[in-house]
């Protein structure tokens, strides 16, 4: 198979903010350096590319021993040159080591060293379709003011802006040209392809893509890779049943389904929020649904979902857990899920206090849920122990 893609990682910076006497990519987090991390990303994509790392020049041999480490049978593919006093001239290094094949280019910041291979993946399935400039993002979530002196004077509207990250993806015949001709400092590469008059388009970044440049950041690097204490964390299983009551609203997820057939049950029949509780109960061995919620106790007759994932959630802290996460799977052959999946997880989530994802299937026609007969939920959650202040 030919190989048509590069991935120039830049690892030449001193990283003079982060407060250390190392350049940056060699600084040690977890026990290796943050370039090994990032390599871990790199070989970790689907197709097989030609990895080139700009590093240090007084550190061209402990750069190779790394990107070898780290590829394993992958090492004929990496190639180490030595960078240059700017991240403009060190990028301009590694496209001269490109081979002639190379058509996709990505660019990556080895500061960025918990970046997902799956955020690779998406670059180059970009560009390869696009034929444009492609860089991930993620959507500005904090009030943003333009400043005059020391004074707020106006705030920016946050839907127009974007937080880029690494890998960014461009043609490389293009990207090439674009720094052949450019006379001015970029902060990015996708800054330099647009001002050569190149189109940019955006994708989904991923929050693991962080920078790592202050003190902070490299303390928040060492907290990822800290081993889970599996005496404080715990997983839980629900499965809630419900068979379809032609008489009754369908409340699923936290949210009505107008049009829909309803599900029969002693409170509103939400099968998902039932399921995500008695998960949530399991983990934190506070019983069941049941055991908490009799149907026999009038208050909870014809009560809607949230009411018994609020109460759960309670007694979850009370007991001195914190949420990581649900995932649910509905079983069933409607309503569609796939059309409200993200209204879903955002009322489940913002009731839980922590992220729940939703899948859905069906089964092929086979038991109740195959004939219609009703819906089947399977919840699973991460839950752990509250550390307590000295």
Not at 291 to 312: I, K, M, Y
Request: negative net charge.
């Amino acid at each position: 198979m030919a190989i048509d893609v590069g991935i120039v990682v830049v690892a030449a910076g001193s990283g003079a903010r982060l407060g250390h006497s190392d350049p940056k990519a060699f600084v040690a987090v977890g026990g290796r350096p943050i370039l090994a991390h990032a390599l871990e990303g790199v070989f970790g994509t689907a197709e097989p590319a030609q990895v080139v790392v700009v590093a240090p020049a007084d550190r061209i041999d402990q750069a190779r021993e790394l990107a070898v480490e780290v590829a394993g049978p992958a090492h004929e593919s990496v190639t180490v040159v030595a960078g240059s006093q700017s991240r403009q001239g060190s990028v301009a290094a590694g496209l001269a080591a490109l081979a002639p094949g190379i058509r996709i280019v990505l660019v990556h910041d080895a500061a960025r060293s918990f970046t997902p291979s799956a955020q690779f993946d998406a670059v180059i399935a970009a560009v390869r379709q696009t034929g444009t400039g492609v860089v991930p993002g993620l959507a500005v979530t904090d009030t943003i003011k333009r400043m005059n002196g020391d004074f707020a004077v106006a705030t920016v509207d946050r839907s127009e802006l974007v937080a880029v990250q690494t890998p960014q993806g461009f043609p490389r015949e293009q990207l090439a040209a674009a720094y052949a001709d450019t006379t001015a400092e970029h902060t990015d590469d996708a800054a330099l392809f647009t001002a050569a008059g190149h189109e940019v388009r955006v994708i989904e970044g991923d929050a693991l893509a962080f920078k790592i440049t202050t003190p902070w950041d490299l303390r928040r690097a060492e907290a990822l890779l800290r081993p889970i204490d599996t005496a404080t964390t715990r997983t839980g299983i629900g499965i809630d049943v419900h068979a379809f009551d032609a008489k009754s609203p369908l409340w699923l997820g936290g949210v009505y389904w107008p049009g829909e057939v309803g599900l029969a049950g002693h409170s509103d029949g939400d099968a998902v929020s039932h399921a995500i509780c008695d998960a949530l109960l399991s983990a934190g061995g506070l019983g069941d649904l049941g055991s908490n919620f009799g149907s026999a106790d009038p208050r909870f007759a014809d009560a809607h979902g949230e009411v018994f994932l609020a109460a759960t959630v309670e007694r979850v802290a009370a007991a001195g857990f914190s949420i990581g996460n649900v995932s649910v799977q509905v079983v069933a052959n409607h309503p569609k899920i796939g059309a409200r999946r993200e209204e879903i997880e955002a009322r489940l989530s913002a009731l839980v206090g922590a992220p729940v994802s939703v899948a859905a299937t069906t089964s092929d026609g086979l038991g109740f849920t195959g004939r219609g007969d009703g819906i089947s939920v399977i919840a699973t959650c991460l839950i752990q122990r509250i550390q307590q202040r000295r």
